[in-house]
């Protein structure tokens, strides 16, 4: 038999073709994935990462809900023009509990991964209500309804032991006292920020809205922009060395 | 499924068909274009160079590093090193000029100008517009009415500091919240907001009582305001006579900024930027028409 007529037997066999088929993705996803786990670049740990405050993480379903990760990335690839733009490149360390992480593929409005301190909260809040009233010819929809709606924080702990299933480190204590945290950060209470800072080290603590202390409630455009001045501030660069683990 | 036995000759081509039949149309079993399978044997050996100049294989405790030791992330670090090598006699000189001299050099002029307008669009224009005119809450750079001061020792401070945030040297001053927090009642604040739209020109209601609005302002604004109401740069009190209004001039909006207060913010920028970005944006924004 020839060469050929070998072929022809996978050709006209639907099993055996899935199956050579399966065989050569996996050797494809093999080479692309199985480096990953040993890469220092893609392993290392990072001073300063740590996980997201139950605010933060509250913020980031409102971002997944949203479906935010449709027009904006959160990944500063390691390419001039971004790094000038954006600042440094996306660290691995930097999404390792993003889960799922938000990556993104799609980029209609700029990418969010330094975004944290880029703006004043008031801004962020005239920009979710009417992007327009700030950047003219916007074309980002407006989210008005965040900060009309109350936050939801009844299942908050629960989302953090899902998070700690997937590998989150949270511990017991920072799960028992999620709800309480959630409503620290948001609204400024200094006696307890101590407990707060230092499970959740360099946490942003203020009035995210300016109405909170007012109308005492959490909004969910709070939660979101606690979340968004929260990205890509973990790491101070000036400490971080580019060249230590390349490989 | 497709049987041998059944493949036939087509008459017309002279190919073999595949032995499928519908309806009397059948498939002819052509072998693939011979230009398609070059290209794809082509690209079969280009990627086993690929794998020997690039990073490729996994092996069991590293992945190959390829023969010229390619990374993405020192191929960024040259990628920008070359940038600023290309950029770097006209930063360089940038760097080492005073911004008031930096007109006298037209080279240095017109970049000074380009990489300052550049960084202003991608960090100041979403809350300063476009053109630096300015929005609701956000203030107008062209013209030269200045909160915290138009010389540009003054502008290069509150690009570099910021204003109300949590950096140390950051611009900081506050106006209190007369009505939230109860300092003054609701009729106090509407007399003082006649008054102080009356300071501008601004038409006033009827039978609006400016004598006792007069005498709030000199008890309660005048501190930081002053007496004649122009403001304090020191404090980044704005002057309430010239008819610019960063908050609007219309009753309910001057009766919000007195009842809540602003206290708007803007980040400190040398926590983002490095120093001679900071420096062209000094001069850009000095140079927009209100600089002084």
């Known amino acids: 038999m020839s060469a050929w007529a070998k072929h022809q037997i996978l050709e006209t066999n639907a099993i055996l073709l899935m199956i050579g088929a399966l065989i050569v993705i996996s050797i494809g996803g093999i080479v692309e994935i199985v480096p990953l786990f040993y890469l220092k670049n893609t392993i290392e740990t990072v001073d300063g990462v740590r996980p997201y405050t139950p605010l933060e993480l509250a913020g980031r379903n409102i971002y997944v809900r949203e479906g935010c990760y449709n027009c904006h990335s959160q990944m500063v690839r390691p390419l001039r023009d971004e790094v000038e733009r954006y600042g440094h490149y996306s660290l691995a360390a930097e999404s390792m509990y993003d889960r799922p992480f938000q990556w993104g593929s799609k980029r209609t409005g700029p990418d969010l991964a330094r975004v944290g301190g880029k703006y004043s909260d008031t801004w962020h809040l005239d920009h979710l209500n009417d992007p327009r009233s700030v950047i003219p010819a916007s074309i980002m929809p407006s989210y008005r309804w965040l900060a009309e709606t109350e936050l939801d924080i009844t299942y908050l702990d629960e989302d953090l032991m899902v998070q700690k299933a997937l590998g989150v480190p949270y511990t017991d204590e920072m799960i028992e006292n999620a709800k309480r945290d959630a409503v620290i950060q948001g609204t400024l209470d200094p006696v307890e920020a101590d407990d707060l800072l230092a499970r959740y080290p360099n946490a942003n603590i203020r009035d995210f809205t300016g109405t909170v202390t007012a109308s005492g409630r959490l909004t969910e455009a709070d939660a979101l922009i606690a979340y968004l001045q929260s990205l890509g501030t973990a790491i101070d660069f000036n400490l971080y060395d580019d060249n230590a683990n390349i490989r | ?292």
Request: negative net charge; contains cysteine; hydrophobic residues 40%.
């Open chain 2, 1 to 292: 499924m497709a049987d041998p036995s059944n493949e036939k000759l087509d008459t017309v081509t002279g190919f073999k068909t595949t032995g499928h039949e519908w309806d009397g149309i059948a498939e002819l079993n052509q072998p693939l274009p011979r230009w398609w399978l070059w290209i794809f044997y082509a690209c079969i050996l280009f990627s086993v160079g690929y794998w020997i100049v690039y990073p490729a294989w996994p092996l069991v405790f590293s992945a190959t590093n390829g023969v010229i030791g390619w990374n993405s992330r020192t191929a960024v670090d040259e990628a920008i090193a070359q940038l600023q090598a290309d950029r770097g006699p006209m930063v360089d000189k940038l760097s080492k000029t005073e911004i008031a001299a930096i007109k006298d050099d037209p080279e240095l002029l017109d970049f000074t100008r380009a990489y300052g307008s550049i960084a202003f669009k991608e960090n100041c224009a979403p809350c300063h517009g476009a053109g630096g005119g300015g929005a609701k809450g956000y203030p107008n750079l062209i013209d030269d009415d200045w909160l915290w001061g138009g010389s540009i020792d003054n502008i290069a401070h509150t690009i570099a500091y910021g204003v109300r945030n949590a950096n140390s040297d950051s611009r900081y001053s506050e106006m209190p919240a007369f009505g939230r927090d109860g300092i003054l009642t609701g009729a106090q604040i509407r007399d003082v907001t006649q008054y102080v739209r009356s300071l501008s020109g601004l038409p006033v209601p009827h039978g609006s009582d400016l004598e006792a609005g007069a005498k709030i302002f000199a008890d309660n604004c005048a501190s930081c305001h002053g007496d004649d109401a122009r403001g304090d740069q020191e404090i980044g009190a704005p002057n309430l006579t010239d008819a610019i209004w960063l908050y609007g001039s219309a009753t309910p909006d001057v009766v919000a900024t007195i009842t809540n207060a602003r206290n708007s913010s803007m980040p400190a920028w040398s926590e983002r930027l490095d120093p001679t970005t900071l420096k062209a944006l000094t001069f850009y924004v000095h140079n927009l028409g209100g600089g002084e």
